[in-house]
């Protein structure tokens, strides 16, 4: 559909290389939950440190296609059978995108149709079933990859996914996917906490 570039050459092509990500943008604007964050991860028997190695353990699951083990088999199975059924096409998976606009930048999961309309999506891995709540943290992020992507590369995207498969085991395995329109209020938060970003940055 596209010509697709990697990050670093996104990055190198834009003059991009400082811009920061959605991740950094977070971090910059919740400095005691990322403090958290980073403690929790020195300690590999906390919930947290094994909740993100397991997420990404299945991120690479679903962007490979492919299983290591009897439960990424069977996390891949039910994702193919519970969500991908829904997807019209896969446009690309792990690409960068920047926003010379807003000056950012960032990786997306998976981008193409899904239930008939161009979308940004997200997998999340979590050991029980998100909540609306709970999957809303993720959203700006995504709003954040559909906005560059449609600066890019002219698309009109305006839809975003989370895929949620839940389970710590093959029994508890489960899915739920939440969809959200891009053009809502989450597309403005995105660019209020970008503008906050560089505000910061400036007055540092």
């Known amino acids: 559909m596209y010509e697709y570039m990697t990050l670093p050459a996104a990055t190198k092509l834009y003059g991009a290389k400082e811009f920061p990500s959605p991740t950094k943008v977070w971090a910059t604007l919740n400095k005691r939950e990322k403090a958290y964050f980073d ?13 993100v190695v397991a997420g990404r353990r299945a ?3 679903l962007e490979d296609d492919v299983a290591a083990n009897e439960f990424q088999s069977a996390l891949l199975e039910m994702y193919n059978n519970e969500i991908a059924t829904d997807i019209n096409e896969t446009w690309a998976k792990e690409k960068g995108v920047v926003s010379q606009t807003h000056k950012y930048k960032g990786m997306f999961d998976g981008v193409g149709i899904y239930r008939d309309r161009e979308t940004i ?13 709970g999957a809303k943290k993720h959203l700006k992020q995504c709003a954040a990859y559909a906005i560059a992507h449609n600066e890019m590369y002219g698309s009109n995207i ?11 085991t093959i029994d508890e395995l489960s899915t739920r996917v939440f969809v959200y329109d891009l053009n809502s209020e989450i597309k403005q938060e995105w660019l209020n906490d970008v503008d906050a970003y560089w505000n910061e940055v400036r007055n540092d």
């Open 59 to 61: 991120h690479k699951t």
């Open 158 to 168: 305006d839809q975003i996914a989370i895929f949620n498969i839940a389970g710590s």
């Open 121 to 133: 999506w997200d997998y999340k891995k979590s050991n029980k079933v998100k909540t609306p709540s």
């Open 39 to 51: 403690w929790a991860m020195k300690n590999k028997t906390s919930a947290l440190y094994k909740g």
